[in-house]
């Protein structure tokens, strides 16, 4: 049984760029959840995506974005990077909002 | 609104040791309650939760944790810590209705030898 996959595991922008990241949730489950994860503290919750739609955000300017597909996979997409969204991204799912949430190996992001 | 804090950063601790992680919670709705454990250059992956039921619970690698509604605090022990268990451990509450978990700032477990 695979568990939270996500895609890449590393990359490197300069500022200003964008960025797609991707996550492939456990089998069985429908909810993704995003965090983000910077150097030395917890993970903070960016959004989460359920029947495709957005349900939930935390509280990240507009330049953070997802989507849900059909298959319940999920993208984040960050625009005009900043050099403070050098962090680690992961990626959480979980069968249905408010259940246990379980986690993919991140993608570290680093922003030059 | 729900905050986790935990009372440590860090812990050093012999090997074979005893060793307690303290977190405290607030929080004005349901939650439910998870340690996860992070290894470096690596994801979270989740030790034990505590959705109800039983105040005491039992997760993976010998860890288990007590929850306290009175002190509102999830503390995570092990009776006889490994060289392997050196790790960022994090604790973090879940909200049963907006789905959202709020993690602590971690703390880093150190064994020595």
């Known amino acids: 049984d695979a568990g939270v996959t996500q895609s890449p595991t590393h990359l490197i922008k300069t500022r200003g760029q964008q960025v797609t990241l991707r996550c492939s949730p456990k089998s069985g489950h429908d909810t993704v959840s995003w965090y983000q994860q910077a150097l030395g503290q917890g993970p903070q919750f960016i959004f989460q995506?359920?029947?495709?739609?957005e349900r939930q955000r935390g509280n990240f300017p507009d330049r953070f974005s997802g989507h849900q597909f059909p298959n319940y996979s999920s993208e984040l997409n960050v625009n005009a990077l900043l050099l403070g969204d050098s962090a680690l991204y992961l990626c959480?799912?979980?069968w249905g909002i408010g259940e246990t949430q379980y986690f993919g190996p991140g993608t570290r992001l680093l922003v030059l | 609104a729900q905050s986790v804090t935990q009372l440590d950063s860090q812990v050093p601790v012999f090997e074979e040791a005893p060793v307690e992680l303290r977190c405290n919670y607030s929080s004005s709705v349901s939650v439910y309650l998870f340690w996860y454990v992070q290894y470096p250059n690596q994801g979270l992956q989740l030790l034990l939760k505590?959705?109800?039921?039983?105040?005491l619970v039992k997760g993976i690698n010998g860890f288990e944790a007590e929850f306290n509604k009175s002190q509102t605090s999830f503390h995570l022990r092990k009776p006889s810590v490994h060289i392997s268990d050196t790790a960022e451990y994090f604790c973090a509450a879940l909200n049963t209705n907006a789905g959202k978990s709020t993690f602590g700032d971690g703390t880093t477990l150190t064994v020595k030898p």
């Open positions: 995506y359920y029947e495709e739609e």
């Open positions: 959480a799912s979980s």
């Open positions: 505590y959705l109800s039921g039983s105040t």
